[in-house]
């Protein structure tokens, strides 16, 4: 069986973003998806109208369940909505050192809308920071997890607060031709990417991106490997996205 990522994620009935995200994503990266469900939210590719989050004896049920059962050698976590979830996958992680570990720190969803109390959820992803083999945070979320303005100084932070590599993507920032992304690995600067801004809003961008990443280390990249293979996927991806109504976000046509 082709190696499994483990993801920890929400639903979006949209399709856009969140678990189908993460499996429509994982599946083209060549490994194999399994999924534990931390929340079921309510929203469309416009806004977000509220959630319901799993417990974490039921979060812990579903990841239990499957360890032994499938070849699991990555997991990956997206919206996790409660401090008691992410208490859950630090317990689970801790015990399972062996996986490698993704983490893309959601806290508000692309349209803007709350999946969770935002600052709560900042103090608690201090726990899963030196577990995770790589951040994958937009611009928005480094900033929000640190409370460190400049860039720079927002990713030495994170390395202090335990991070072993960082994936700082930059589509939030005001450059109007491009998007860069830099790969820093032990505070150090390996990598960074440019690539044109396309036109619109995508929803679920982030999350396919953080799970072709998972997907390509549970195969065995390197993680250097894995990001640039992910990156070169999403621009495709996002270049045949699909416009719902005309102020929706767009979904990317991960297939
Ligand atoms: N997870 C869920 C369940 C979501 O609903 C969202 C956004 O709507 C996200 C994660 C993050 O999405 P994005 O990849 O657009 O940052």
Redesign the pocket.
């Known amino acids: 069986m082709r190696p499994t990522v483990l993801c920890f994620?929400?639903?979006?009935p949209s399709g856009g973003?969140?678990l189908q995200?993460d499996i429509e994503a994982i599946g083209q990266s060549g490994a194999h998806a399994a999924i534990a469900c931390t929340?079921l939210?309510v929203?469309n590719s416009q806004q977000?109208f509220g959630f319901e989050a799993t417990s974490k004896e039921l979060l812990l049920a579903q990841a239990n369940a499957i360890v032994g059962d499938l070849p699991i050698t990555c997991i990956k976590s997206?919206?996790l909505g409660t401090t008691d979830n992410i208490a859950a996958l630090a317990e689970f992680l801790t015990k399972h050192a062996d996986y490698k570990y993704v983490l893309d720190p959601?806290l508000v969803?692309?349209?803007g809308g709350s999946?969770g109390d935002q600052a709560t959820l900042v103090k608690a992803f201090a726990q899963l920071i030196p577990l995770a083999t790589v951040l994958t945070p937009n611009t928005v979320e480094l900033r929000a997890l640190t409370g460190i303005e400049d860039l720079e100084q927002a990713t030495a932070k994170l390395f202090e607060m335990g991070a072993h590599a960082v994936l700082v993507k930059g589509g939030h920032e005001d450059t109007p031709d491009y998007i860069r992304n830099a790969l820093y690995i032990q505070g150090e600067l390996i990598s960074e990417t440019k690539c044109p801004r396309l036109e619109g809003e995508y929803?679920?961008?982030?999350?396919?991106l953080a799970s072709f990443i998972a997907g390509r280390l549970a195969l065995g990249d390197a993680l250097k490997d894995a990001v640039h293979h992910a990156e070169t996927w999403l621009f495709g991806v996002l270049k045949k996205a699909e416009v719902p109504v005309p102020n929706g976000q767009r979904i990317p046509k991960r297939f």
């Open positions: 994620s929400g639903l979006d973003a969140g995200a929340a939210t929203q977000v997206g919206m959601v969803a692309n349209s999946l929803h679920g961008s982030g999350c396919s």
